[in-house]
């Protein structure tokens, strides 16, 4: 209990590598013996254990008050209408960019792949129980917070944002079509970009999980939907969608500014969070002028 309120972040990243590899491990070693539901099933617990790990560690952290209030960041929904425009158009902005671009460079032929009712049930399951709810309360909800006490928002999303897409390697070695070399290469970049948009967001809407949350999903949705419809020949595709998030996360920083990224509110603390006892502001933060 020492060792984690010493160092409840690096707590969080261990147990988190730990518990999730433990969990995929078999999808990479046993992969011809496990069935696809049993393989479902390990993705799914996988890819909930950063927000069972800040919940958890939240209540043994700081207590009852805050792990209340990390729950209650999942309920800001008053928030400006055009984040809500964002969960949809930012998504769509990307693909608009995409096709031509795809069909510029010979890339293969694209298509919804199934009907918009499937679509939506799919983005469904990535917000619940899929990856979203599962990973944004301890990688934003948990882990921002405390970076953001030391250090400015765009330091705290750079650091966030490769040791997430490395959390996710062994997604990567399943033998599945479509996960190649090159396919993670170009998602580790994204990520990092996604770390730095999510960041924006979270940061801009005074610390609202559900924005976070919901992006999440929808980021993710138009590249399931190719790797899951072209397989292999999703490279072309995806590695656009990519570069695009990167365009978007460059011009987010310059407009919002790299301390806090947003321009309206100041970057979301968590009162107590840095390590090795180092005082931090309170964690309901005072908005700033734009």
Do not use: C
């Amino acid at each position: 209990m020492s060792l984690v309120k010493r160092h409840p972040l690096i707590t969080f990243f261990v147990l988190a590598y730990a518990l999730s590899w433990m969990l995929e491990s078999p999808l990479v070693f046993l992969r011809d013996s496990i069935t696809d539901t049993q393989g479902l099933i390990l993705t799914i617990l996988a890819s909930n254990v950063p927000s069972v790990l800040g919940i958890v560690l939240t209540a043994m952290v700081l207590g009852r008050g805050a792990l209340k209030k990390l729950l209650g960041r999942l309920l800001i929904w008053r928030v400006n209408p055009l984040w809500y425009l964002l969960l949809v158009l930012g998504p769509a902005a990307l693909v608009a960019g995409v096709v031509p671009l795809n069909a510029l460079l010979g890339g293969p032929a694209l298509s919804l792949g199934m009907p918009l009712l499937g679509i939506a049930v799919f983005l469904a399951f990535h917000i619940v129980p899929g990856s979203a709810l599962g990973e944004e309360i301890g990688w934003r909800g948990y882990a921002l917070p405390r970076l953001q006490s030391r250090m400015s928002a765009l330091s705290a999303a750079l650091i966030i944002g490769p040791i997430w897409a490395l959390w996710h390697l062994p997604l990567w070695l399943t033998g599945e079509p479509g996960r190649t070399p090159t396919l993670y290469a170009g998602f580790v970049v994204s990520v990092i970009a996604l770390s730095v948009v999510l960041t924006w967001v979270y940061n801009s809407t005074r610390g609202s999980l559900l924005m976070v949350v919901l992006l999440h999903a929808t980021y993710n949705l138009p590249i399931t939907l190719a790797i899951d419809d072209l397989g292999s020949r999703a490279t072309v595709p995806v590695l656009l969608y990519f570069g695009l998030l990167v365009v978007a996360a460059i011009v987010v920083v310059i407009v919002a500014g790299p301390k806090h990224l947003s321009r309206k509110y100041s970057k979301q603390e968590e009162q107590g969070a840095a390590e090795s006892g180092v005082a931090t502001p309170p964690g309901v933060v005072k908005p700033t002028p734009a």
